[in-house]
């Protein structure tokens, strides 16, 4: 059903059940399915946060300047990439790390048709640092890159099965959407993800499925086109 699609992994799923640091079994997981996919066909690109190491809004009431504590933000990012690649590289699949600010020999500077090359001859592309500027969430970050890489579909990976009425781990009688528009997701501030990737996915027409990447085959089942999470579109 998808040729390219762009990857959002939060930080804290990298983390493992403590949400915090970096989880070999977790990281082994998603190196897995993805490499899977990739070899199946799939082009894949990812973007990952970085709250399982610092997350820079947080760090503001803590006595962090905004601008300083979002620059680490984008650090964490760097490393997350760094040790997810390391894993896909064990499945004997090629990954590329992206920097959106230089950061050579670290990684690689990012460059839309540099990552596309990787995407084509069949690695996949970790593009880390968000946007490169303050004040703007890995959300955002993975919204412009599934833009700019023309994806088919932005696949937000969390520890949910979709998008619900409300958090189904603090409400039992939460309900799951099927599907939803940018529209209703907007008006419902249902918080997936922050309002300036929704508008970025609505005004370029970029379809989000939210779904469990923790359930082992999930993005194998995407690529298959079966119907897995919750779907975002216009």
Known sequence: MYKRVLLKLSGE????????????ESLTAYAQEIAAAAKAGLQVAIVNGGGNIFRGLQGVGKGFDRVDGDKMGMLATVINSLALSMFIREQGVEAVVFTA????????YYMRDKAVEVLERGGVALIA???????????????????????DA?????????????????????????????????????????????S??????MPIIV??????GNLTKLLKGEKVGTLVHV
């Open 154 to 198: 932005l696949l937000k990976g969390t520890r949910v099965d979709g998008v619900y009425t409300a958090d189904p781990e603090k409400d039992p009688t939460a309900v799951k959407y099927d599907e939803l528009t940018f529209d209703e997701a907007i008006a419902k501030s249902l918080k997936v993800m922050d309002q300036t990737a929704y």
């Open 101 to 108: 600010t230089p950061m050579e020999p670290v990684a690689n």
């Open 200 to 205: 970025l996915c609505r005004e370029g027409n």
């Open 13 to 24: 799923s990298l983390g493992g059940h403590e949400g915090k640091g970096l989880d070999t």
């Open 211 to 216: 779904f469990d990447m923790n359930s082992r």
């Open 129 to 151: 640092g968000g946007t490169g500027n303050p004040f703007f969430t890995t959300d955002s970050g993975a919204a412009l890159r599934a833009l700019e890489l023309k994806a």
